[in-house]
């Protein structure tokens, strides 16, 4: 199986910055696309960043400037830096893996949009 963990939330003061991380462990053999999403309460789940296997970024008009996407394909990891971090920016963040192909046994298998569990961002005075 294939386990995904995040860490990197907690609370923080308007102006400041977090650096989130989403790791896929286990046998895993290739990650397509990666989306970081957020989902404030009483609010639609939104879109924050994308990054494809080839490393270009793509970002809501919200962040751009301020969040910067990269993954560590070496470690299976997405990286999700926030900057000057507003109050607007409260949510659940959530990484999605688009697609992981990994081993099962000697068994190739194939997971579609396999998502982290979230981690809670905070921005308040």
């Known amino acids: 199986q294939v386990e995904i963990v995040e860490s990197g939330g907690g609370l923080v003061q308007p102006g400041g910055s977090l650096n989130l991380s989403c790791t896929a462990s286990?046998?895993?053999?290739?990650?397509?696309?990666v989306d970081w999403y957020r989902q404030a309460p009483g609010k639609q789940r939104e879109l924050v960043a994308s990054?494809?296997?080839?490393?270009?970024?793509n970002y809501v008009d919200s962040v751009k400037g301020r969040f910067a996407i990269s993954r560590d394909d070496v470690n299976n990891t997405v990286y999700l830096e926030m900057n000057s971090l507003k109050p607007e920016d409260t949510a659940t963040y959530y990484c999605?893996?688009?697609?992981?192909?990994?081993?099962?046994?000697?068994?190739?298998?194939?997971?579609?949009?396999?998502w982290g569990q979230g981690t809670q961002v905070t921005v308040s005075s």
């Open positions: 999605n893996f688009d697609q992981i192909g990994y081993y099962s046994g000697s068994t190739r298998r194939i997971a579609y949009n396999y």
């Open positions: 990054i494809t296997s080839g490393g270009s970024p």
């Open positions: 286990g046998r895993v053999f290739s990650i397509y696309s």
